[in-house]
Every structure is written in C-alpha cells, then in structure tokens.
C-alpha cells in the first residue's frame, strides 16, 4: 500500500532535512507520496496565518506528517513583519505547531534520548581512575496540549477573570498591582489527560522493555497540577506491577540528570517540565541535532526534530546542517506505522555512521557553524545523508 504522508517542511533548515530524511525513507523502500503542507513564517508575512486552512484539510484527510522547523517571534516581532496590506487587522502570531498540537489533540510527545556509541558530543563523567561514558537511554512522555501550553493567559486579564482569581486567598499578595503591570498564565491539568500519557507510557515501557516509569514534576510546590499526576500515576502503576515507579522533583531531576542518568528509563511530565527536561537528557547524548520526537494522539501523528528553524543557515550552500535529528523522526514515523523492521535499519545505519566517525557534522567536531567547517573536516548534510543510506 503507498502510504500518504503529509511533508511540511516549515522554515529555515526545516526546508534542507526534510527531504534528506525522505531519500531514506525511499532508499530503505518505504512506498509513500508525499503531500507537501504550507507551513510557517512565509504563510503569516504574506497571509497572516502560518497555518493555513488547507494545510489543516490535508492534515484531517491523511493523518500522519512529518515536519522540518518553524520560527516563531514574540508577538510584536511578528506583527511588524506582516505585509503591509495586513496590519490593523488585529493578527497575531501563534506557533502552528502548538496550534497543531492542540487542533489535533496530538497529547502525547514522545521524545527519545539515546547514546549513539562514538559520539564526541556524548556525556563523560568523571571516575577515581579516569572518565567513563554511561550509555544513556531515556525516553520523555511530555504531555503536549495542556500546561502551561495551554494558551489560557492574559496581560491586564478582564475583570471577571480577575474577580474569579482573587477567590483565591493567594491572589491577595496582588490586589494592589494594576491590571496592565499583571500578566497571568494558567497552568491546566485534567484527570483524564494525565491518565492518559501515564498509561501509554507505562505500556510504553512494557513494550520496549523499560524496567521504570519516572513522574518528573513538583508536588510539593504545584500542589495541585503536579498532585494530580503524582495520584494518578498510582493509580495507573497498579496495572504494571513489573515495572518500577519513581517520583522526582523537577528542579532535583536536573541534577540527577547529570550525576546518574543511565538510572532512569521512561519520564513522564507536563508541558513545560516535559520540555526542560526532555531538552537536558537530549544534551547528554549528541544536543539538538539527534533529539527526535513525535507527537501523536488517537487518530493523528506529527513527526518532528526538536532543533528549531536555524534560519542563518539555511543559505549556505552546500547546506552544514545536521540531519540525524529529522531522519531519527522519519524512523519514530515508521514504528507509528508499524514498519519496525525499516525502523530499526534507519537507526542501526545511523549508530554505524556515528562509530564509524568518519562521517561528522560540523557539531560533533565542536565547530561553530559557518561556510568554512566543511574545509575542518565537518560533512555536508547531503554527505551524511549518503553515509547513512550506504550503511543500509
């Protein structure tokens, strides 16, 4: 069967990895049509919205994509950077990614954290009789359309937004603050949401072969949003009586991160602490250009690297970027599909390339990024992509 993918590739170097990932998916012999979807800043200059309605169509029609890079600028960035014909019409810049997330009910993002053995950029740490490289394993199941990612905020919240918070005993400490010097942003859980990205990820763990779940959030401050996944999360390990539950404060889970982090296995948090973390763990085993991730919910499936647009590289030619990040997502893609054994090639081809070390992008050789890191060694991104379709 062809299957029928969705292509956005978005912004900035979301334009160059995009297509590198799909010469591997054609070379492993995935039969799909790709469907290219309108995305990003060129869409909100020109007309005001960087999601468009037929992106959404094609979206709600096919079901899964995949999705290079956006960039996103504080709001009045964006506004003045709309076409002239626009402004006064009360636009504003929301990530469409967010906006994709949230139409799609996309709740859960699946971010693995994996060492590739030969990865200069791996963590190292210290022993009595030298250093040691722990191989680090760590998946991050962040709740993806809920938290502080709700969108629910204000600058100057209307009156009866502000008469509903000072009920709250805690709102007094702020009665005196004028509305325009008060910005609110609401931080919203709902039972069946946490319910929801525990259950999967204790199944996730179960599948894979995961021996802890890990709830990675701050009960003892955020009493109720994190309490609330601290109860639930009982409640679910019930159900997994062969897989370890742990609990860890956010702010402690950071430290640990980096004393022990071949200790933890799944980490389940809320959007924003999902975020933080699931960027710490991605640092300890190659940075940005190997963090992968999926955002999937019941019906619907968006695949995406976690790097951002990088739009000052996107002219150079030929291209510096790395591209292990957006073909590591093609594969998250193809387990999606139930194509586990290409799935499984993609990422042996990559590990073989990164052992093999003769094969670097300009970051794993600690370079900055410029034309002239190709003349230092570093492998354009076609060239990695070459290697990693020769070792399949």
């Excluded at 799909?22 to 800043?41: N, P, S, T």
């Excluded at 007309?47 to 290079?68: C, K, M, W």
């Excluded at 860890?248 to 933080?276: C, H, L, R, S």
């Excluded at 410029?370 to 570093?378: P, T």
Aim: charged fraction near 30%; aromatic fraction near 8%.
């Amino acid at each position: 069967m062809v299957r029928k993918i969705v292509s956005m590739p978005g912004d900035g170097i979301g334009k160059i990895v995009l297509p590198e990932a799909i010469r591997v998916l054609d070379a492993i012999g995935f039969d799909a049509e790709y469907i290219k979807g309108d995305i990003g800043w060129e869409f909100w200059v020109n007309e005001g919205n960087p999601l468009p309605q037929r992106t959404i169509d094609l979206l709600s029609e096919h079901r899964v994509a995949l999705f290079g890079a956006i960039t996103s600028k504080p709001k009045d960035v964006a506004g003045k950077e709309l076409s002239p014909e626009l402004h006064g019409k009360g636009l504003i810049y929301y990530s469409p990614i967010v906006k994709l997330r949230q139409r799609f009910n996309l709740d859960l993002c699946i971010r693995p954290c994996k060492s590739f053995k030969g990865n200069p950029l791996n963590f190292i740490r210290r022993k009595e009789d030298g250093f040691e490289e722990p191989m680090i394993d760590v998946v991050v199941f962040r709740q993806n359309t809920e938290g502080l990612y709700s969108g629910v905020e204000w600058t100057n919240p209307p009156g009866e937004v502000r008469k509903a918070l000072e009920t709250h005993p805690k709102m007094e400490a702020f009665k005196d603050v004028p509305g325009e010097d008060l910005a609110i942003s609401l931080r919203i859980f709902t039972r069946a949401a946490c319910k929801r990205i525990i259950r999967e990820a204790f199944k996730y763990a179960k599948k894979f072969g995961y021996g802890s779940v890990t709830i990675a959030e701050k009960p003892n401050v955020i009493r109720e949003t994190s309490g609330m996944m601290r109860e639930e999360a009982k409640k679910v390990s019930s159900d997994f009586s062969d897989i370890d539950l742990y609990f860890t404060n956010i702010d402690a889970q950071m430290m640990w991160m980096t004393k022990n982090p071949e200790d933890y296995d799944v980490i389940v948090a809320g959007n924003m602490f999902g975020d933080i973390v699931s960027d710490g763990f991605a640092g300890l085993t190659g940075g940005l250009g190997f963090a992968r991730s999926a955002n999937i919910g019941k019906d619907c499936a968006i695949f995406e690297p976690t790097h951002g647009s990088a739009p000052k590289y996107e002219g150079l030619k030929p291209s510096i970027v790395s591209p292990f990040a957006m073909i590591l997502s093609a594969s998250m893609m193809l387990d999606y599909l139930d194509e586990y054994e290409k799935a499984s090639r993609i990422r042996d081809a990559v590990a073989k390339v990164v052992a093999e070390g003769k094969v670097l992008s300009y970051d794993m050789l600690r370079l900055k990024g410029g034309s002239d890191v190709l003349s230092k060694g570093a492998a354009s991104t076609e060239e990695i992509t070459d290697a990693i379709i020769e070792k399949l």
